[in-house]
């Protein structure tokens, strides 16, 4: 997604420490209108496997997700990291580690909204080292549910989060993926 | 709105200690359609105090606030509460008290993204004691910027909220606001 490509290279910059910071249109401040064309073109990419829920996990992956339900008019779930007051005793739960963080991180889905014979797709914001994702991945599995597809904004390719989920055989797409990122700059495959 | 009232009285549910459940279409499940509606509505609300920006917290409200910045084509900025790697040393930081979870918890916003002379709404899911909602009012007069109103999805009334944030002086506006909640039921202010 060209509009992807040109923020990244327009407002992205290297923290080091394969930090990319992103947080002027992702994941601090969000333009909506931009998230849209992202959610627009994240249901077109993956209008064919005919998913019926989408999940994402919180905090950064809700804009990207709620977009693209918006656009293909399906509700959407996001595994919440710490077990709210108001979900049942009985959940999904699973641990991923957080390689931005340093730390392994919950993910909580309730049965209530993520049941057998659900189609899923998986948004998130980054597809990077892919544990969260596999996180989801196995909440989805939990749940008995189909994993039909996994989408992100933006893919991190030499952090090889693509090989760890490939095996699932599902179609995994981003709109804009980073080959290499460093001092010198951001490289993105066209 | 309508269409907020009737979904609390069908899906929300009293959990006790104030708590009320609306996890399946508000903070753990979410349909995007209705809360476009509720985006829309709220820009209606707002939309003669001619904001520049909308404030919100993560996690339950990035939602609403997102779509109602798309219903005005306004920035978004959400406040983080744990300050991500790729944020500055130099932030705006406020502590909030919070009610449901019983712990004190840090809204922090890059002076980035929240700067002098922007006129800021703030959206947040729930106005319920309001010191979420007065930590994020304390982060736009950190940033010099004006605050000219205050949205959430749903009020409850018998917290004290309004009451709080009244002296502010700005137009505070909500879909649904909940007047009384006990073991017997949920009632609505018309």
């Known amino acids: 997604m060209q509009e992807m490509k ?18 002027s249109f ?11 064309n992202c959610g627009e073109e994240l249901a077109r990419l993956f209008s064919e496997v005919s998913p019926t829920r989408i999940l994402t996990a919180e905090i950064s992956g809700i804009a990207p997700a709620i977009m693209t339900g918006l656009a293909m008019d399906i509700p959407v779930v996001f595994a919440r ?10 959940v999904y739960l699973t641990i991923a580690p957080s390689h931005t963080k340093g730390i392994n991180v919950e993910l909580i889905v309730s049965p209530e909204y993520l049941a057998k014979g659900e ?9 990077a080292s892919g544990s969260t994702i596999k996180g989801l991945v196995r ?5 008995g549910a189909t ?27 981003s709109l804009a993926c980073i080959t290499h990122l460093d001092e010198n700059g951001i490289v993105l495959k066209d």
Chains 1, 2 share one sequence.
């Open 6 to 23: 040109d923020l990244i290279r327009k407002k992205g910059a290297y923290l080091g420490g394969g930090i990319l910071k992103v947080d």
């Open 26 to 36: 992702i994941n601090h401040q969000v333009d909506p209108s931009f998230m849209k």
């Open 81 to 90: 990291k710490t077990k709210p007051v108001t979900m049942p005793d009985q």
């Open 119 to 127: 189609r899923v797709l998986i948004i998130d914001d980054f597809l």
């Open 139 to 143: 909440l989805v599995a939990a749940a």
């Open 147 to 173: 994993l039909v597809g996994i989408g992100a904004l933006i893919e991190k390719e030499f952090e090889g989060g693509r090989d760890l989920l490939t095996p699932l055989g599902v179609p995994i797409e």
